[in-house]
């Protein structure tokens, strides 16, 4: 069985410009969660979708993230303009439903400069 | 509301035993407990709903008391491969929303 698939892994970009992550999820999964890990700490939920509805968006910047989940499937997550303290890894997750399994991607490496 | 794990890190010889504990201020509905490595993706272990059900995973297994707020995490006879950050993860029910500790790391040497 396929894993998540996230692209790229590693992304490097000045401040105030903008970046985009993309993610595919485990076939059937309904639930597609980004997630932002900064070194040292544990994964803050950024967003977490239903097939291409949001459920959960309250710690996401909206000023300048963005995220969408086209036909309930693939997402992307952009950022536009970078800070440098958005230098973090952002882990795309998936699972089949509430209170079940969590399948991780490998994450992007985001560093601002 | 970020639950509180403890300890933060400690380091264990192969065959020692290791309990990790993870605490909320506000009621919980389940708990999720993952294992990650450097420069890995987190890996799920189990998730322990509320009823204070105690779960096994080889010799990984874990407790939730609803009462206090908390979960423990246990290791025994652990194996070099356990080394890595455990995360718990909580939830408060009504929707799915897992909030994060910030790890405890646990090495094991030989």
């Known amino acids: 069985e396929a894993g998540v698939a996230q692209s790229p892994r590693y992304k490097i970009i000045e401040k105030r410009q903008s970046v985009a992550f993309w993610c595919n999820p485990i076939?059937?999964?309904?639930?597609l969660y980004w997630y932002q890990q900064i070194l040292g700490q544990g994964p803050k939920l950024l967003i977490q979708?239903?097939?291409?509805?949001?459920?959960?968006d309250s710690q996401l910047p909206k000023d300048r993230f963005s995220a969408e989940r086209l036909k309930g499937v693939d997402s992307t997550l952009k950022i536009q303009p970078a800070k440098l303290e958005d230098s973090a890894v952002y882990l795309c997750?998936?699972?089949?439903?509430?209170?079940?399994?969590?399948?991780f991607g490998q994450g992007t490496r985001l560093t601002v400069v | 509301q970020q639950p509180v794990q403890s300890p933060q890190a400690v380091i264990l010889r192969e065959g020692e035993d290791a309990v990790i504990n993870c605490s909320s201020s506000?009621?919980?509905?389940?708990v999720h407990w993952y294992r990650q490595k450097h420069g890995e993706a987190p890996v799920f272990l189990m998730i322990?709903?509320?009823?204070?059900e105690q779960k096994g995973h080889e010799k990984i297994s874990a407790s939730f008391n609803e009462k206090k707020q908390q979960s423990s995490l246990y290791l025994t006879a652990s194996q070099l491969s356990y080394s890595g950050t455990y995360f718990c993860?909580?939830?408060?029910?009504?929707?799915?929303?897992?909030?994060f500790g910030i790890g405890t790391k646990l090495q094991v040497i030989p």
């Open positions: 997750a998936s699972s089949t439903g509430v209170n079940t399994e969590a399948f």
């Open positions: 076939s059937g999964h309904a639930t």
């Open positions: 979708f239903q097939n291409n509805g949001v459920v959960d």
């Open positions: 506000k009621a919980l509905y389940s």
């Open positions: 322990l709903l509320k009823g204070g």
């Open positions: 993860g909580t939830e408060m029910g009504g929707y799915q929303k897992v909030t």
